[in-house]
T-cell receptor, first 115, second 114 residues
Framework: EAGVVQSPRYKIIEKKQPVAFWCNPI?????LYWYRQNLGQGPELLIR????????DSQLPKDRFSAERLKGVDSTLKIQPAELGDSAVYLC?????????????FGEGSWLTVV | AQSVTQPDIHITVSEGASLELRCNYS??????LFWYVQSPGQGLQLLLK??????LVQGIKGFEAEFKRSQSSFNLRKPSVHWSDAAEYFC????????????FGTGTQLKVEL
């Protein structure tokens, strides 16, 4: 069974440019997460979806970040415009249901460098 | 607020030696605890998790962890480390409130000397 798939794996952009990351969760997983991992740190939650509804986006910088999960499957995370401080790994994850304790499976991440 | 502390940023062990990675948590209720491993350029892979019951939890790749409520700890152990275990290890706690969210520690980078 395929795991969480993310693309692109690597992206280098100039500051003020837009960038988008795509995620396809494990089949049947209705809960999808976007995490950001800064260098030398653990991942931090940006947004969590239950099906197509964003149920927790309190940590998403809404002035420049946006996300969508149309049809409750794939998801896209966008940054516009990117800033130098946005350089990080963006991890998508999914779980079977949003109940506390369900195992969260992570993708390999999208590595963003803003120059 | 919930938090996770991994006191050791870097640890170096010799291949074949035993390993213990420390994790302390701050949590107001019964915690859900996890250990993940991240190899260079890869995503996070779940090693093991603790929800309730037996406080000694077995995971993949020969790892185990012991939940000690009195010490607010969930340390990861392996009796004999292999060179392929070199990676970064993250401890995480499941948060209270609605939904399934994890708070991660800052990670411990493991180096294995041959």
């Amino acid at each position: 069974e395929a795991g969480v798939v993310q693309s692109p794996r690597y992206k280098i952009i100039e500051k003020k440019q837009p960038v988008a990351f795509w995620c396809n969760p494990i089949s049947g997983h209705n809960t999808l997460y976007w995490y950001r991992q800064n260098l030398g740190q653990g991942p931090e939650l940006l947004i969590r979806y239950e099906n197509e509804e964003a149920v927790d986006d309190s940590q998403l910088p809404k002035d420049r970040f946006s996300a969508e999960r149309l049809k409750g499957v794939d998801s896209t995370l966008k940054i516009q415009p990117a800033e130098l401080g946005d350089s990080a790994v963006y991890l998508c994850a999914s779980s079977l249901g949003g109940q506390r304790g369900n195992t969260i499976y992570f993708g390999e991440g999208s590595w963003l460098t803003v120059v | 607020a919930q938090s996770v502390t991994q006191p050791d940023i870097h640890i170096t062990v010799s291949e074949g030696a035993s390993l213990e990675l420390r994790c302390n948590y701050s949590y107001g209720a019964t915690p859900y605890l996890f250990w993940y491993v991240q190899s260079p350029g890869q995503g996070l892979q779940l090693l093991l998790k603790y929800f309730s019951g037996d406080t000694l939890v077995q995971g993949i790749k020969g790892f185990e962890a012991e939940f000690k409520r009195s010490q607010s700890s969930f340390n990861l152990r392996k009796p004999s480390v292999h060179w392929s275990d070199a990676a970064e290890y993250f401890c995480a706690v499941g948060l209270t409130g609605g939904g399934n969210k994890l708070t991660f520690g800052t990670g411990t980078q493991l180096k294995v000397e041959l």
